[in-house]
């Protein structure tokens, strides 16, 4: 049986630097990779460079068997991307954001109150995201991820600006992610749980 | 996590939002909307102040001055584009949307030209109004803007998103830019100048249009590969 999604040989200079190289993993349905590394290790760029915002210098990234150069549309469809800036606006609600998201890929329909209501944003639906702090931020930007309908979800630095409460929320949610068959690349530096069954790629 | 195909949102319905979002966010601050609108008018306004009322001189520059009003409103607008979609990171959410790029990017120009082209064309008749031009140069005004605003929109987007990833990228914006812009400008105010003299303007407004169709088919797809390079 062929992985959902395997790395191999992926190599990434930045400049003159050579960032990593080597760095190859296969990961099934219900695994879970955390990416370690120090400040500017790469781990960011890893994860770019696995959603295909970024070419690799050399190496080969395969969702399903099929690299996902060749056929990026596929693989965008299948993937969701939870980055370091929300991807949110700030002038809009927390409703109009979701409403724009939910166009963009596969979602599932829940329930407003469903989606919301474990994230504890159900009162805060109609007002402008920048009255926000920037905790609830990131849970809206949570929210944006648990609506999606993808086997694959990609995290950086999932645990930013989060309460301990929003940690373990974090940790709860990709837990059920996994237990359902998806798959889950993280590049954190702490507040992952032990609970989660993860394997770790340390970059140096 | 089965079923992905039968979830996946329609190509309409991704464009709608996108179109749907930056409208609602130019109502948030409608400020961003009237600057280059103002900017229009007030530069196009300001010309027969400073240089007296002798009619026939104005008839004959009105139509290239007003033009290059619009053409400069038009690039002063196209700077925050992607701007604010770069720095919040909707910009990489659009790049790894399931939905294809090249339509988002549409999406995204035409909410540009409805908040930028749209409102030039609609006041341009009344600002042609203080050159004194005939009233079938102001028809031909708005007749050539229509075409000119979408193409200066069209291809702007792409400038501007091969200057997103650079800070202060405005300056290089416009010359990008400038160089594809001519032909809109020369054929636009020849236009207006041919129709105040009686002319047909028939010619020109074909031109016009049909380098619209040509930006409309190519600078989609050019803006969506410019965004994912300034992305890298």
Redesign the interface.
């Known amino acids: 049986m062929t992985a959902l999604l395997s790395v191999s040989e992926l190599a990434v200079l930045r400049g003159e630097r050579l960032l990593f190289h080597g760095i190859e993993f296969a990961l099934n349905a219900g695994d879970c990779l955390l990416i370690e590394g120090a400040n500017g290790s790469g781990k960011t760029s890893l994860l770019r460079v696995v959603a295909g915002l970024m070419p690799p210098d050399s190496g080969e990234i395969r969702w399903r068997g099929n690299e996902t150069r060749l056929e990026p549309q596929v693989f965008r469809a299948a993937l969701a991307w939870h980055g370091h800036k929300s991807g949110l606006k700030q002038d809009l609600t927390l409703i109009e954001n979701l409403r724009c998201e939910a166009a963009l890929r596969p979602t599932r329909s829940l329930a407003p109150d469903d989606l919301l209501g474990p994230l504890a944003l159900s009162a805060l639906t109609e007002l402008p995201l920048r009255v926000l702090s920037a905790g609830q931020q990131r849970r809206v930007a949570l929210a944006r991820l648990l609506m999606t309908d993808v086997p694959l979800w990609l995290l950086d630095e999932p645990f930013t600006n989060l309460d301990r409460a929003g940690q373990a929320l974090v940790n709860d949610l990709v837990g059920r992610h996994l237990a359902q068959g998806g798959v889950c690349v993280m590049a954190a530096h702490r507040g992952v749980s032990a609970d989660l069954p993860t394997a770790r790629l340390s970059l140096s | ?1 089965s ?3 039968a ?3 329609g190509l309409w ?2 464009f ?3 179109l ?2 930056d409208l ?2 130019a109502w ?2 409608p400020g961003d909307v009237l600057n280059p609108l103002i900017f229009f008018a007030i530069v196009a306004t300001l010309f027969p102040l400073a240089l007296g009322p002798d009619s026939d001189m104005l008839r004959s520059i009105g139509p290239g001055v007003v033009w290059v009003a619009a053409l400069l409103a038009a690039l002063l607008s196209l700077n925050s584009l992607f701007l604010s979609d770069f ?4 910009l ?9 790029l090249p339509l988002m990017a549409l999406a995204k120009t035409a909410a540009h030209w409805l908040l930028s082209g749209l409102p030039l064309v609609l006041v341009s008749p009344l600002v042609a109004l203080s050159y004194d031009l005939p009233p079938v140069s102001l028809l031909a005004m708005a007749a050539t803007l229509l075409p000119g605003t979408v193409s200066l929109s069209l291809i702007g987007a792409t400038g501007a998103a091969l200057t997103v990833g650079l800070h202060r990228g405005n300056a290089l914006l416009s010359l990008l830019v400038l160089p594809l812009a001519m032909p809109v400008l020369i054929f636009g105010a020849r236009t207006v100048s041919l129709a105040s003299a009686g002319d047909s303007m028939a010619g020109g407004v074909y031109f016009l249009s049909a380098y619209c169709m040509f930006a409309l088919t190519l600078a989609p797809f050019a803006t969506a590969a410019a965004l994912r390079i300034s ?2």
């Open positions: 996590m079923g992905a195909q979830s996946m949102p319905r991704g709608f939002a996108v749907r979002r609602l966010l948030r601050r720095d919040d990171g909707s990489e959410q659009l790049l790894l949307s399931a939905q294809p992305n890298e």
